[in-house]
């Protein structure tokens, strides 16, 4: 069974347009995130949701935003794609309270043309 | 902010030999976790250090942590073509909930 799943796994788009990427976890955590992989495989925290609201928010520009329906999913949606947004964009979660692992999707490739 | 560095950044080493990964991080931590990502894949936790423990194993695993240093170690023993990957050192982010900082990653090529 996969823990945390996120749809789709490639993204290609042309700039402008405005698209989502859906994340869900069947791990009963509480706290889930959005992380974004570079091509250089610099993985940086975007957003972080614990039980629906929004703990942390990088500075991620306001085109990024989170939506978070229930506690097992937390979708990205970004408006007006930029060919800077290229990037893996993985969903993780992890149970409450710190000093937890947390457990990864298998990322969404994003390309913009 | 980018808090963990790992050294080396790639690795190349024949199987059944040691593979050791450092990593330095700049400001106090309460954990310091090791994750490792297979090509096209997600990250996966490979173990957790608390900041007062100073050596924890798991299976062929040994990760070691010197808080006066900033610094932690991940040695795999008798590696196997399977462990080519990268590793991740990530550590607490300050003031942002439960997130994680990562480091680079090393980048380890085990060669049968």
């Known amino acids: 069974d996969t823990a945390v799943s996120q749809t789709p796994k490639y993204l290609v788009t042309q700039m402008g347009n405005d698209k989502s990427i859906k994340c869900e976890q069947n791990?009963?955590?509480?706290?889930m995130y959005w992380y974004k992989q570079d091509s250089k495989k610099f993985l940086k925290i975007m957003f972080s949701?614990?039980?629906?609201?929004?703990?942390i928010n990088e500075t991620v520009p306001n085109r990024f935003s989170p939506k978070s329906p229930d506690k097992a999913h937390l979708n990205l949606h970004i408006n007006s794609l930029e060919l800077g947004d290229s990037a893996v964009y993985f969903c993780?979660?992890?149970?409450?309270?710190?000093?937890?692992?947390?457990?990864f999707g298998d990322g969404t490739r994003l390309s913009i043309l | 902010s980018q808090q963990g560095e790992e050294d080396p950044q790639a690795l190349s080493i024949q199987e059944g030999e040691n593979a050791t990964m450092n990593c330095s991080y700049k400001?106090?931590?309460?954990?310091l976790q090791w994750y490792r990502q297979n090509s096209g894949r997600g990250l996966v936790h490979l173990i957790l250090i608390r900041s007062n423990e100073r050596e924890k194993h798991s299976g062929r695993l040994r990760v070691t942590l010197d808080t006066s240093k900033k610094s932690s170690s991940l040695l795999i023993t008798a590696s196997r073509a399977a462990d080519t990957a990268s590793y991740f050192c990530?550590?607490?982010?300050?003031?942002?909930?439960?997130?994680?900082?990562f480091g680079k990653g090393t980048s380890l090529l085990v060669t049968p």
């Open positions: 993780a979660s992890s149970q409450d309270g710190g000093n937890q692992p947390q457990h």
């Open positions: 791990l009963g955590h509480d706290t």
């Open positions: 990530a550590t607490d982010a300050q003031n942002s909930g439960y997130a994680l900082n």
């Open positions: 949701y614990n039980n629906k609201e929004l703990i």
């Open positions: 400001t106090s931590i309460n954990n």
